[in-house]
Every structure is written in C-alpha cells, then in structure tokens.
Nanobody, 123 residues
Framework: QVQLGESGGGLVQAGDSLRLSCTAS????????MGWFRQTPGKEREFVAT????????YYADSVEGRFTISRDNAKNTMYLQMNSLKPEDTAVYYC????????????????WGQGTQVTVSS
C-alpha cells in the first residue's frame, strides 16, 4: 500500500511558475512508476506527465510539453512537477499517482492516487 500526498498548489498569474511535490509513504518508492494528472469540474481526469522508476524516461501531454518538467528523488520518496509559463487553461486540481510497475504510463491505469492540490492561474 502506498499513500501519496501532493503539495505546492496555489493561485498564480499567467506566466508564473509553480512546483508541485508528491511525497509517498513506504520503502519501495523506487519500484513505482509515477504520474501527474489534472481535472477540472465536469471533465475527465487528463494525463499531464509520467516518469518511470529511475527517472530515465518521461512523457508529457502535448499541452504541457516544453513548459512542465517531471522529476523524482527516490532517496526522498518524492516526485515533482515544475510548471513554468503557466496559462489560465492549466487551472485544475492536480493529482499524483503511482503504478505497481516500473514502466511509465500515459493512461489513468494507476494503482494509487493522492487527494489533489488546486492550481489556479489568473489571466
């Protein structure tokens, strides 16, 4: 069992940056692939970025490619999402997720989810 907790959300202006963190419980963090997803009211949860167990492979949604960077520190049981050049359309609740596999995935096929952190970008 893995428990995930997100932090770092907030209210920013367009063009600003934020860094989200996701901290996991347990001693086997390095065996999980991780991902970030986001959701707005009335819409399905959508993929943002994913990273494999070692951090050597990352994938991004087209909408955030070049602006967001996913990374992880296995020694700290923590994953990050550095978000630059934020846009109003990035406004959403951001969720981190973990998979019981080392392979990254762009689908919502994850085994554990955090509670989410709100990111609001004003124009």
């Amino acid at each position: 069992q893995v428990q995930l907790g997100e932090s770092g959300g907030g209210l920013v202006q367009a063009g600003d940056s934020l860094r989200l963190s996701c901290t996991a419980s347990g001693r086997t963090f390095s065996s999980y692939a991780m991902g970030w997803f986001r959701q707005t009211p009335g819409k399905e949860r959508e993929f943002v970025a994913t990273i494999n167990w070692s951090g050597g492979r990352t994938y991004y949604a087209d909408s955030v490619e070049g602006r967001f960077t996913i990374s992880r520190d296995n020694a700290k049981n923590t994953m990050y999402l550095q978000m630059n050049s934020l846009k109003p359309e990035d406004t959403a609740v951001y969720y981190c997720a973990a998979r019981n596999t080392r392979l990254a995935s762009t689908t919502t096929n994850y085994d554990y989810w955090g509670q989410g952190t709100q990111v609001t970008v004003s124009s």
